[in-house]
């Protein structure tokens, strides 16, 4: 049996508005308690009928999507945009990291990045700046 997973209010004021935005497109006769994620009906997807939908979409586009595929997709671009993977770990419904590490991928480019912007040693050592000395052509 799969969890339930919540989402949490977004803290930042514009990307709670831009999900706010995406809810509006919903039914208008559906209240606060209809899911996100429904079926045509407004009750929860279940792991079949939300394969189905995403199936369904697929065909449409061209494309092959899975489940697992988004939630990977959403587990990099959490970690690239600066989020913590220890709260990742906790929105994406695991009890241990090792879990979390199965859906992240970090290409050599994603761990060079991290490492430039946020080593200890940024902040020990100074950048040397380069000088330059003007000279006076009229000397």
């Given at each position: ?31 606060e ?10 009750t ?5 009928t ?7 979409y697929s ?81």
């Amino acid at each position: 049996m799969s969890k339930v997973r919540k989402i949490s209010q977004a803290k930042d004021v514009s990307s709670w508005e831009k999900a706010k935005q995406l809810m509006s497109a919903r039914h208008p006769s559906w209240g606060e308690d209809i899911p996100v994620f429904c079926s045509y009906a407004g009750t929860p997807l279940n792991a079949v009928t939300w394969g189905d939908r995403l199936e369904l979409y697929s065909k449409r586009l061209g494309v092959k999507i899975h489940p697992y595929a988004l939630r990977h997709c959403f587990a990099l671009m959490f970690l690239r945009n600066g989020g913590n993977a220890f709260a990742l770990q906790k929105m994406l419904g695991h009890e241990d990291m090792s879990m979390t590490r199965r859906y992240v991928n970090l290409t050599s480019q994603d761990l060079q990045d991290t490492h430039r912007s946020a080593s200890p040693i940024n902040s020990l050592v100074a950048v040397k700046k380069e000088k330059v000395r003007l000279i006076d052509k009229g000397l």
